[in-house]
């Protein structure tokens, strides 16, 4: 391995060396600095003289005497079981004082495209415990599920309290538990800060959370650079735990702006040209290659769901960096300000969110029949409950036909009993459900016209004696 | 060896002088623009974009990672083309035609694997050819000389290759043939075989493009019924995320009754094309009952598979859809979604440093959008068949906000536009299409032909549609403001029907079983119910009934399950007549 001490410029992250050996692009490199230290990078670009050298820990302390070693092999990631209950840093080292870590295998963190042929199609629901999501915007194994929050929001403890209850429904059948697949977290951070950390860290210790999870931390005074290498690691286990030691992986990786600014500084060192709001133009590419390595594989039993979170900047959806998650994930959920300010735990606005997979893996068998009708059902009378409120201001309730009246209670209540749960409610798809038809019964009968009629029969309430699961919620 | 010597480089192939994501340099490379290359050690596909000097510009289809400078580039003095011949139904191919089930066997693994080519139709399997010409016929470029059944649906035509002289039919033999076998042999020397090759960057042949005037039913009823598009007919259907643009692709992949369907997914999600690829097998062609897969070709380039690929998928689509045209076949392509091709071409051109034009997108954008569309239309083929390319393209707008350069640059070339809307989505109005903001230009044009084949007065209920949605529209605004008890009684009656015309009419659920189809005569028939409530109901208000009791008639909110009913015809009839019925009893 030839060593060089030819760095010529040094910029931001970025540092230019001249070579006189072909350098495969993307190829790792350390660099040594007169004091001693390693840093280590990657090769962004690659000609016959020059090579442009990401450095992951920052530039600072390089001179242009420091010395230059490709690796000649592109990012691996050492992957074994053995990392659930492991706390690492965003490169991938252990930083838990915990034993050395002894790799199975090391993988390439890039990871190439599934072939979307040797897809299997998503329909398994994920029981998060949440009835905002459980019911009206289900998740299921395979899929990617962003939060859209914003600063101050408790988008952390959303992210918590679905890590800590989610579970798969399996077919309970005796002891098919055994050889059915089991759940594992893996947690991403990515310049989140040390408070934050902590309280994702006492969380996971105080639930035993822990030890079938793997945590990557980059926090906010790592190097920026490393968050773009952070979730390819994460995501390199998932798969690997996933695919090849059939867990269900669950990913949470927070928060994916810090990781489109680290994007934006490369870029910019580079001196690119600049797409939206300074952002690189292959941003959708680059998150794309992060976000599909979502899904479920043909004749494997794992999966390996995402949960990105992401703030968006000014709590502006068409901000690039939520525009760009919105179109490559299967759907989003949305934190709301508003309803956290009214104090709703989880803060969750059910309107904009989406899951797109969710039609799939709800109905007879693997949720209940009368899912879909009575999600449809709630959203559109929600809907017109939030339309009258705007109205209410103006004209007063008294102005209101008492159908828009019962809308504007329905409203109310959706809010109060159906998404006020509180961060340590663990509800089931029935109770959910269920919760659902006392407050469609609200609602005279006629009025819920995208509901099966075989289905108001069975669970439309007559009168408030059968509405007792909300008093015992309660 | 990686470090080829540079100095005995041959005429046809060249060193790596620099390598950036998918941009690669190579030196000393012999190239025309657009020749295929092979590119490094492991040969990746590529194509040659620029060339300046003794350095040729070259983007890769494929993941450049740990390729470096001092590796091979050798030129296959090819344009990227497509293979052209039976088997490319019930297909799923990459954004240059590479088979991916055949990958996946190849790779023998569920990642697409670098370096790995397999031709377009598979070129050892042997297909019942027909011969339609016997020896002494004279055949000329682009005639049909037989017929391969290639799935239970669709007959392929096997033509001569529009580039050739044509003349005489010296032999032409039925029999069972591989597709490189010759099957019909000209006096001239010329060799037809099944199998054709043709650049997807050029437009092939036709005689004569002509006005479409059929329309391309699609079973929706906010298309057929007030935005419908022409068979050959040009669509962008522009939304932000979550509004339901693939929902909507698909629906019209599923109904839409054209003979061959090109579903391009392009920079879209993996999930999505797994969707396609299990669901269309087991669904069943409205036409025949026989599986989607049998009329379908796909093209599923995702958007973490590489970007290069993504900016050619959509020329090999439109390719495919020609090639059936010209068999006389009426084709629609699904683009979902251009604006993923849009952004590939600005990623390239950005790597290129080329001067950007608006938003960072290169400034040949509009004309290459223009030359996609284009190629659509309703055409004469040479060999003397009329055949249809119908392009619907899905637009992803950043922010939802259409004034972008993609969105306007195709509004200025399509005619049908089907505005997909933020604020519908959220309250599951679905399909989410904004019948306010939605146009389409062909409706004169087809308006003949509804009228010939579902009702005469079709284009009048339509029209009468419009003008009650307008109103409502209208009143909205003052009921936002005063309320809505604050209006006159016949205002308010007509909020009630545009509210069965927006809850029944215009929403259809793509995942009820009946209703994801509906044809145009039950679309029609779901019209005039709403409008006889409409015309009962005001005559009930002119004999003095108060608006409340003709709203609260008990069968009326039955009009909103018209869609999911199978025997519709009569459940119409009885709705009908109920509803008269009930709002006479009450004066």
Known sequence: MKEYQTITEISGPLVYAEVDEAIGYDEIVEIETAQGETLRGQVL??????????????????????????LGETMKMPVTEDLLGRVLDGSGRPIDDGPEIVPEERQDIVGAAINPYSREYPEEFIETGVSAIDGMNTLVRGQKLPIFSSSGQPHSELAMQIARQASVPEEEEGGDDEEGSEFAVIFGAMGITQEEANE??????????????????????????????????????AEYLAFEKDYHVLVILTDM?????????????????????????????????????????????????????????????????????????????????????????????????????????????????????????????????????????????????????????????????????????????????????????????????????????????????????????? | MSKADTTDAVEDSGVIQSVSGPVVTARDLNARMNDVVYVGDEGLMGEVIEIEGDLTTVQVYEETSGVGPGEPVENTGEPLSVDLGPGMLDAIYDGVQRPLDVLEGKMGSPYLDRGVDAPGIDLEEEWEFEPEVEAGDVVEPG?????????????????????????????????????????VELDNGEEVSMHQEWPVREARPANDKKTPRTPLVSGQRILDGLFPIAKGGTAAIPGPFGSGKTVTQHQLAKYADADIIVYVGCGERGNEMTEVIEDFPELEDPANGNPLMARTSLIANTSNMPVAARESCIYTGITIAEYYRDMGYDVALMADSTSRWAEAMREISSRLEEMPGEEGYPAYLAARLAQFYERAGY??????????????????????????????????????????????????????????ESYSLYKDQLDPWFEDEVADDWAERRQWAVDVLDEETELQEIVQLVGKDALPDDQQLTLEVARYLREAYLQQNAFHPVDTFCPPEKTYLMLTTIQTFNDEAFDALDAGVPVEEIIDIESAPRINRIGVQEDYEEYVEDLKSEITEELRSLY
């Open chain 1, 45 to 70: 670009e690659s000609s016959e003289d020059v090579v442009a050298i990401q450095v992951f820990e920052g530039t600072s302390g390089i001179d242009r005497d420091a010395s230059v070693r490709f």
């Open chain 1, 200 to 237: 994702f860290m006492e969380d996971f210790e105080r639930t035993g959370a822990l030890e079938r999870s793997v945590v990557f931390m980059n926090l906010a005074d790592d190097p920026a650079v490393e968050r773009t290498v952070t979730p390819r690691m994460v995501l390199t286990t």
């Open chain 1, 257 to 474: 702006t810090n990781y489109c600014e680290a994007l934006r500084e490369i870029g910019a060192a580079r001196e690119e040209v600049p797409g939206r709001r300074g952002y690189p133009g292959y941003m959708y590419t680059d998150l794309a290659q992060l976000y599909e390595r979502a899904g479920r594989i043909k004749g494997r039993e794992g999966s390996v769901t995402q949960i990105p979170i992401l703030t968006m900047p000014g709590d502006d959806d068409t901000h690039p960096i939520p525009d760009l998650t919105g179109y490559i994930t299967e759907g989003q959920i949305y934190v709301d300000p508003d309803l956290n300010s009214q104090g709703l735990q989880p803060p969750i606005n059910v309107l904009p969110s989406l899951s797109r997979l969710m039609d799939d893996g709800i109905g007879e068998g693997l949720t209940r029949a009368d899912h879909a009708d009575v999600k449809d059902q709630m959203f559109a009378a929600y809907a017109e409950g939030e339309d009258l409120r705007d109205l209410v201001n103006i004209v007063g309730r008294e102005a209101l036909s008492e159908l828009d009246n019962k809308y504007l209670d329905f409203a109310d209540a959706f809010e109060s009993e159906f998404i006020d749960q509180g961060f340590e409610t663990n509800r089931d798809i029935d109770e959910t459900l269920s919760i659902g038809w006392d407050l469609l019964s609200m609602l005279p009968k006629d009025a819920l016209n995208r509901i099966d009629e075989e289905f108001i029969e069975e669970h439309y309430r007559e009168d408030d004696s059968e509405r007792k699961v909300v008093e015992a919620a309660d």
């Open chain 2, 143 to 183: 005639d049909i000389v037989g017929v391969v059944e290639e799935t239970v649906t669709i007959d392929h035509k096997v033509m001569v290759p529009p580039d050739y002289e044509g003349g005489e039919v010296v032999a032409a033999e039925s029999g069972s043939f591989d597709v490189t076998e010759t099957v």
């Open chain 2, 379 to 436: 055409f004469e083929n040479i060999n003397g068949t009329e055949g249809s390319v119908s392009a619907i393209g899905a637009v992803s707008p950043p922010g939802g906000d259409f004034s972008e350069p993609v969105t306007q640059n195709t509004l200025r070339i399509v005619k049908t536009f089907w505005a997909l809307d933020a604020d519908l989505a959220e309250r599951r109005h679905f399909p989410s299409i904004n019948w306010n």
